[in-house]
C-alpha cells in the first residue's frame, strides 16, 4: 500500500531531527574523550553562542559606563601631594604604635654597660651611683646633695667657683636619681621614695646628722620630698628653677587656666600613662617635628638660654637617639609622670622648718623662663612667706649655668647673704 504524500514528509522531518540528535551527541561524546585531538576545535551549539555574545555585550556597556568614573580617579590620584601621603602614613604609625608593644623593657644603665662610678646598696637591693666634688668630706664645713633634673645625672655642672668652694670648705654630692646613668630603676617610686633614697645615701657616706640639698629643675620633687618627710635631716635647702605641679591643690585656677604649659602637660601626662606606645613613637619619629628636640628650641628657651646651649653639651638623654633606648624613655617617663602626676600631699601645706630661723629655704628662678613661669614661683613663695624669693632679671631655665648665679645661690644658703640685683621688681608684681 503506497504511502501517503503527507506522512513521508512527516517520516522524513522525523528521521532528520533523530539524526542530527544522534549526530549532537556523538560530537559532545567525541569532544569529553581526552583521546579525540580534534575535541578542542569542535562547534558548540548556537544557544552557547548567543548566551556568550549577550554576556561579552554586556561586559562592553559596564566598561563604557565606569571608564570615565576610572579615569577621574586616576586623575585625582595622580594629585595627592607627597605631604598629604606622609601624613596619612604618620597617622597609621600612630595608631599601630599606639596599639604596638614596647620594645622589651630593660632593668637599667648599668646593666648594658661597664659600672665606672661609685655606687652604694639600698635597703631594697637597688643601687645608687654618685660623684663627690670639692674639698675631702672630713675636713668640710658645708655638705650639700645637688639634685639633677630631668634627662640629666651626677654629670650635671654646677659652676661654683673653685675659690669659694676652698674658701668655705664645700663638700658636693651628686647622683644619679633613680633609673638615670649606673643607677637602677625603682619600680616602686614614688615622691616619698625620693627622700628615702636621699637620707640612706646620706647615712651610708656617712654625711651627718644634717645636709643641705639643692635641687635643680625636676628635681625639685625630690627637694619638696625632704621638707616633707625627712625636715629634721635639712641643714638648708635651694630651689633652681623648680618646677611646678599644676595639680597642687592650693593653685587657683586664675593662675593656670590660660597657661599653655598646663595644657600641654596635661596631654601629655594622659599620653605617657594610657598611651605609652604613642608617646613613644612620637618622641623618636622623624617625619614630623616633635617636642623631643630640646637643644636651641625658643619653644623653652629664652636668647640669653641659647647662647648658654652654644657652649655647653646639652640634654644627651633627650635626643631622639637616647629616647629610643627603652630604659632611657622609660625612665624620663616615669620622672615626668612622679613630677607632675598626683602627690600625697601639697607644699603649700608645709610648716617652716626653721622657725627660730637657725636656717633658710631658698626659690631660684628666671623672670624670663619659658618652662616654669614666675608668676607660680611668687604665688608659691607668697603663699610660704619662710621661703625667700630670688628672680634673675634676664633669666631662662638655665641660670644654673649663667655667671655668678651658683656662687650667689650658695653665698644666700650658706651665709645668709644677698645680692640686691637678684631681688624682685617691685615693677613686676603678681596682680
Given at each position: 500500500m503506497p504511502i501517503p504524500q503527507s506522512l513521508h514528509r512527516i517520516s522524513t522531518k522525523v528521521r532528520k531531527i533523530i539524526l542530527c540528535n544522534k549526530h549532537y551527541r556523538l560530537r559532545v561524546q567525541d569532544s569529553q574523550n581526552p583521546c579525540n585531538p580534534c575535541a578542542d576545535t569542535l562547534e558548540k551549539p548556537a544557544t552557547i553562542y548567543k548566551s556568550k555574545e549577550r554576556e561579552r555585550g554586556i561586559r562592553r556597556i559596564n566598561h563604557n559606563i565606569w571608564r570615565p568614573l576610572k579615569l577621574k580617579t586616576q586623575e585625582v590620584s595622580g594629585k595627592v601631594s607627597k605631604a598629604a601621603v606622609v601624613l596619612l602614613m604618620g597617622l597609621l604609625g600612630m595608631v599601630y604604635q599606639a596599639k604596638k608593644l614596647l620594645p622589651p623593657e630593660s632593668s637599667g644603665a648599668a646593666e648594658h654597660s661597664p659600672v665606672t662610678s661609685s655606687r652604694i646598696r639600698l635597703k631594697d637591693g637597688r643601687y645608687l651611683a654618685y660623684r663627690e666634688r670639692g674639698v675631702p668630706k672630713e675636713k668640710a664645713k658645708y655638705k650639700i646633695i645637688l639634685v639633677h633634673g630631668l634627662g640629666s645625672s651626677k654629670e650635671m655642672n654646677f659652676l661654683a667657683p673653685q675659690e669659694l668652694i676652698d674658701e668655705l670648705g664645700i663638700y658636693f654630692l651628686l647622683f644619679d636619681r633613680a633609673g638615670y646613668g649606673e643607677s637602677d630603676p625603682d619600680p616602686k617610686r614614688t615622691v616619698k621614695s625620693e627622700a628615702h633614697d636621699i637620707q640612706e645615701l646620706a647615712d651610708q657616706l656617712q654625711l651627718g646628722s644634717k645636709f643641705y640639698v639643692v635641687g635643680v629643675s625636676m628635681g625639685s620633687y625630690s627637694t619638696w620630698s625632704c621638707l616633707k618627710y625627712i625636715p629634721d635631716r635639712l641643714a638648708g635647702v635651694a630651689f633652681v628653677v623648680p618646677v611646678v605641679n599644676y595639680r597642687w591643690p592650693s593653685l587657683p585656677d586664675s593662675l593656670i587656666r590660660e597657661d599653655h604649659r598646663w595644657k600641654l602637660v596635661q596631654w601629655s601626662i594622659r599620653f605617657a600613662n594610657y598611651a605609652p606606645g604613642l608617646l613613644y613613637w612620637w618622641v623618636t619619629q622623624k617625619w614630623l617635628p616633635s617636642t623631643s628636640t630640646l637643644e636651641r628650641n625658643p619653644i623653652f628657651f629664652n636668647d640669653r638660654?641659647?647662647?648658654?646651649?652654644?657652649?655647653?653639651?646639652?640634654?644627651?638623654?633627650?635626643?631622639?637617639?637616647?629616647?629610643?633606648?627603652?630604659?632611657?624613655?622609660?625612665?624620663?617617663?616615669?620622672?615626668?609622670?612622679?613630677?607632675?602626676?598626683?602627690?600625697?600631699?601639697?607644699?603649700?601645706?608645709?610648716?617652716?622648718?626653721?622657725?627660730?630661723?637657725?636656717?633658710?629655704?631658698?626659690?631660684?628662678?628666671?623672670?624670663?623662663?619659658?618652662?616654669?613661669?614666675?608668676?607660680?614661683?611668687?604665688?608659691?613663695?607668697?603663699?610660704?612667706?619662710?621661703?625667700?624669693?630670688?628672680?634673675?632679671?634676664?633669666?631662662?631655665?638655665?641660670i644654673v649655668y649663667y655667671n655668678g648665679v651658683c656662687e650667689a645661690i650658695l653665698r644666700a644658703l650658706l651665709l645668709g647673704e644677698e645680692q640686691v640685683s637678684y631681688r624682685p621688681s617691685t615693677a613686676k608684681v603678681l596682680p
Open positions: 638660654d641659647i647662647d648658654i646651649l652654644k657652649t655647653i653639651s646639652g640634654f644627651a638623654m633627650l635626643t631622639q637617639d637616647k629616647l629610643r633606648e627603652r630604659g632611657v624613655f622609660d625612665t624620663l617617663r616615669r620622672d615626668f609622670m612622679l613630677a607632675f602626676g598626683k602627690w600625697e600631699f601639697d607644699p603649700m601645706d608645709l610648716s617652716n622648718p626653721y622657725p627660730q630661723n637657725e636656717s633658710s629655704v631658698h626659690i631660684w628662678q628666671g623672670y624670663e623662663d619659658k618652662v616654669v613661669p614666675f608668676q607660680l614661683q611668687r604665688f608659691v613663695s607668697g603663699k610660704l612667706p619662710w621661703i625667700r624669693y630670688h628672680e634673675v632679671p634676664d633669666g631662662g631655665h638655665l
